[in-house]
Each structure stands twice: as C-alpha cells, then as structure tokens.
C-alpha cells in the first residue's frame, strides 16, 4: 500500500487518516424473515377477520367474503412456498476502509468494513427498482456513518461514484 494514497499533511500528525478501497450495495439471503403479514386468522363460519395485518373487517364489508378469503389464501400459498420459490432477501451498502496508524516507512494501516444498517425481509422477486431504490437509502446511510467517522467528503463522494452492486 503506497503511503501517499493517504494525503498525509504535517497539520494530520496523531490523527488517524481513513481511506475507502472499495464501496457496495449487496443483496444477502434474509435467513429468518418475518412472515407474519402473510397470516391471517379468521372465523369462516362469521365471515370475519380475527387477527391481520392485511385484511380488515372492513374490507370483508366493501369487497365482499369471497374476494377477501381468495387474498387469505393466496397470502397462506405465498407463506407456504416461501424457501421453494421464493425468498426474502437484505439488502446494505458496505465500506472497505483502510485506516493509517502510522505514517512513515514503519507505518501500517489496518482494513475495516462498515456498514449500514440494513434492510431486511424484503422479497426476492420484488421489482428491481424497489431494491435499486432501497439500496440508495442504504448508501444515503453509509455516507452519514462514514461522515460520523470523520473521513472526507470528497473521499466519500469518489468512493459513492465507484459503488458496486453485489449479489
């Protein structure tokens, strides 16, 4: 690694310069999502909703019984194939960043990632601009934490040009 990638000044001496190698947005397997949306309890005898987070009594009023119960089953037929043809994913951006110790011809940095938080239980199968739009929010993310962190704008901004897609 070449000492001078990192810019050091006289005016740096004791703080520690932070340099990123490498930015990406991933989409990693979602190993335990939470399914619940996709159960509703219901009384078929009564024709109403008991517990849901996607069907109300109301719309058993305004749709009718058999319109509402064929979105039930098609949520439990979703929650029954989750693993054989679908699957729920994340999705983060991720920073590679090399952080100078020490300069000079002994100095040695240390690599570190970071991350952002992460979005989690989104379905694989969803619309590519969905998870091109959630993985800029993860990017807006990573840039307030490589803020925080105290590496530079114009570092951030070269290194958000040069961020990849990885699956």
């Not at 990693?28 to 849901?52: C, F, G, M, N, Q």
């Not at 979105?71 to 037929?77: A, P």
């Not at 994340?90 to 960043?97: F, K, L, Q, R, T």
């Not at 040069?162 to 699956?167: L, P």
Request: aromatic content about 8%; glycine content about 8%; some cysteine.
């Amino acid at each position: 690694m070449a000492q001078d990638q990192f810019r050091m000044h006289d005016t740096d001496r004791g703080k520690p310069r932070l340099r990123i190698t490498k930015i990406v947005v991933r989409t990693v397997p979602d190993e335990e999502p939470d399914l619940s949306w996709l159960k509703t309890e219901y009384d078929a005898e009564r024709h109403t909703i008991t517990s849901s987070c996607r069907c109300t009594n109301d719309d058993v009023k305004h749709y009718g019984w058999k319109k509402v119960k064929q979105w039930i089953d098609e949520d439990n037929h979703r929650f029954n194939t989750h693993g054989v043809t679908w699957s729920c994913v994340g999705v983060e951006a991720v920073a590679i960043i090399d952080i100078l110790l020490e300069a000079g011809p002994n100095g040695f940095a240390i690599c570190q990632t970071v991350k952002s938080g992460g979005v989690w239980g989104i379905e694989n199968d969803s619309d590519s601009d969905y998870l091109h739009e959630e993985g800029e929010n993860e990017l807006g993310q990573l840039r307030d934490i490589l803020t925080a962190l105290g590496v530079e704008q114009v570092e951030i901004d070269n290194a958000l040009k040069g961020a990849k897609w990885e699956q």
